[in-house]
């Protein structure tokens, strides 16, 4: 697979990209990605408390599979929720969580995001969702990558998206689709007012 040191890049690129399209804003977001080292697995995560636009190399912390720092620094509050789908999804090899602004204005109404083609196992004309769990939280993490099971995207009500890709691109790409339907419905939804 990768070193270190192309998945720490490419961290940072999806990072500044997702900054860049206005996905993530703030101190908002996290990001991280799978690999491994000597036959174990490594996540390399944003840090808590920095803008995803002007992360460093030496920002990105690398954690184990149960959360033990590898490197400096406090990583993202939401680790546990990317190491909680790690572990339940073995083919994911990178994370996208944002608070983008379509997507989740439909996580804070009743309203729900049509699914389109390419967002795993259908089983209901609509993308997953879970209940509100406090960000950050235990409940959080493990009702997320339960839902998370045969899902690549998941909307946190009253919260954002989560998406999961067989890499970090893939699950960036995916992030930035999502936000772009959600915009497309809202359209849609107001037209029909
Ligand atoms: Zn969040």
């Known amino acids: 697979m990768y070193d270190n040191k192309d998945n720490i890049k490419s961290i940072i690129e999806i990072s500044k990209y997702l900054f860049k399209k206005k996905l993530v804003s703030g101190k908002a977001g ?45 990583p993202s509050s939401e680790v546990y929720l990317h190491l909680a789908i790690y572990k339940e ?29 390419g967002f795993g196992e259908i089983k209901s004309p609509y993308l997953a969702e879970i209940a509100y ?16 099971k045969n899902e690549d995207v998941l909307i946190l009500k009253e919260h954002g998206v989560i998406v999961t890709g067989e890499n970090l691109k893939e699950a960036c790409l995916l992030a930035e689709f999502v936000e772009d339907i ?6 849609s939804h107001t037209l029909n007012l």
């Open 30 to 74: 996290n990001v991280s990605a799978r690999f491994k080292d000597n036959g174990m697995d490594v996540i390399a995560i944003t840090p808590t408390l920095k803008s995803l636009g002007d992360l460093k190399e030496e920002d990105i912390i690398l954690v184990d599979i149960e959360g033990n720092n590898l490197t400096k620094g406090v």
């Open 133 to 148: 769990e406090k960000p950050g939280s235990e409940k959080l993490a493990t009702k997320s990558a339960e839902a998370l």
């Open 89 to 117: 999804k073995k083919d994911v090899g990178g994370i996208v969580h944002t608070h983008s602004i379509f997507a989740t204005g439909f996580a804070f109404s009743d309203k729900k995001i049509k699914r389109l083609e």
């Open 182 to 187: 959600a915009k497309t419905q809202f359209i």
